[in-house]
């Protein structure tokens, strides 16, 4: 049939005519072909589509428990088919979830998984997924919940598609947090950016490994999760292969929270009311999800362990939720790090302090 997929006449990603809307029978015949090559493994096109017929009538994903979106532009034509262009597309779960107080306090809620996010090749570059997202974030803070309630948090296992987009927001927000001043004139803050090409130069080494050593190819590269009151969290992460399996560890290479130190600051100098502690609450359940899908991905993979470097203290209260046996490890013996300054000599009680020393910027 004639496709509405070329790459003529595409609009602008803020353009007001672009909406995410529910896709039809037909649209997800479409869709799913467009993205087979992403994930059909070795099942061809026709077996792949059959699969995902099969899930659609699983306990989980049947009565609306999945839910197929589309980013479209409302001004353009569909087919004879009824098929718009799809700009961009990705799948919801509805998910049963806990989220717990400190206090002990527990309540049952109604979360969702995304899955799937894809943007047609001749597409990427324009900033659709994001825009995707965008309207999605919006639409799932009341999809499938009882009046008044709140998903507190939702949960994104994000492609190398993805990443570009995560990393120009990452290095955005490390500028703007390193342009406000420092608590003291004696202290220079530095950083290396984490940009996608220095994230796509550790997963192009994990892909060349685990081909040859695994005989596997690494497809997920980290999760996002998106917090209740409008902040995100998300995690890029890499396998590092050893000698033996036992020494196979993932490494997450940057875990990002938005306005994350504002939080933590707030919270050791005990300046977080009753009615202030839930945002901080929704990171911690937030970072908690990405660390415990990091675990899964380890345990698939059958990897010793998840390895984080420099963890803040609200990433380290998340692992303790999830493993309580989790610590903290002064390195001695491997990946020590060293800082030379070769600018202007500063004075003796200068302090630097490297911002970000995460596991993104090893080389």
Not at 33 to 38: E, G, L, R
Not at 111 to 117: M, N, P
Request: glycine share 6%; aromatic share 8%.
């Amino acid at each position: 049939m004639p496709s509405a997929n070329g790459p003529t006449d595409l609009p602008d990603s803020a353009s007001p005519t672009l909406r995410l809307v529910q896709a039809n029978e037909a649209e997800m015949i479409e869709s799913s072909t467009m993205n087979a090559d992403s994930w059909r493994g070795s099942l061809d096109v026709n077996a792949y589509l059959e699969r995902e017929a099969h899930l659609r009538n699983t306990n989980l994903n049947r009565n609306g428990g999945i839910t197929y979106w589309i980013l479209v532009d409302t001004a353009a034509s569909p087919t004879v088919e009824g098929v718009r262009r799809i700009l961009a597309s990705c799948e919801t779960l509805r998910k049963r979830a806990l989220v717990a107080r400190s206090d002990g306090h527990l309540w049952e809620i109604i979360s969702h998984g995304i899955g799937s996010v894809y943007c047609n090749p001749a597409f990427r570059g324009r900033g659709y997924a994001q825009r995707m997202l965008a309207e999605l974030a919006k639409i799932l803070d009341t999809w499938q919940q009882k009046e008044g309630a709140c998903p507190h948090f939702t949960v994104l296992w994000s492609d190398i598609e993805d990443i570009e987009d995560l990393c120009t927001l990452d290095e955005a927000l490390l500028r703007s947090a390193m342009a406000k001043p420092a608590s003291s004139e004696r202290i220079l803050r530095v950083a290396l950016i984490p940009d996608a090409a220095t994230m796509q130069w550790h997963h192009a080494r994990e892909e060349f490994l685990g081909e040859r050593l695994r005989d596997r190819f690494p497809f997920t590269k980290g999760a996002t999760v998106d917090i209740a009151d409008g902040r995100r969290a998300w995690c890029i992460w890499t396998r590092t292969f050893g000698v033996t399996r036992d020494d196979d560890v993932l490494n997450i290479l940057r875990l990002v929270v938005e306005e994350e130190k504002a939080v933590d600051e707030q919270a050791m100098e005990g300046k977080v009311d009753e009615d202030q502690a839930e945002p901080e609450q929704g990171a911690v359940a937030a970072v908690a999800a990405i660390l415990e899908q990091a675990q899964l991905e380890a345990s698939f993979w059958g990897m010793s362990s998840v390895q984080l470097w420099n963890p803040s203290p609200l990433t380290f209260k998340a692992a303790m939720k999830i493993e309580p046996s989790a610590i903290l490890v002064d390195r001695d013996d491997e990946s020590i790090t060293s800082l030379r300054w070769h600018g202007k000599v500063p004075p003796d009680d200068t302090k630097i302090d490297w911002i970000a020393n995460e596991k993104y910027a090893w080389c």
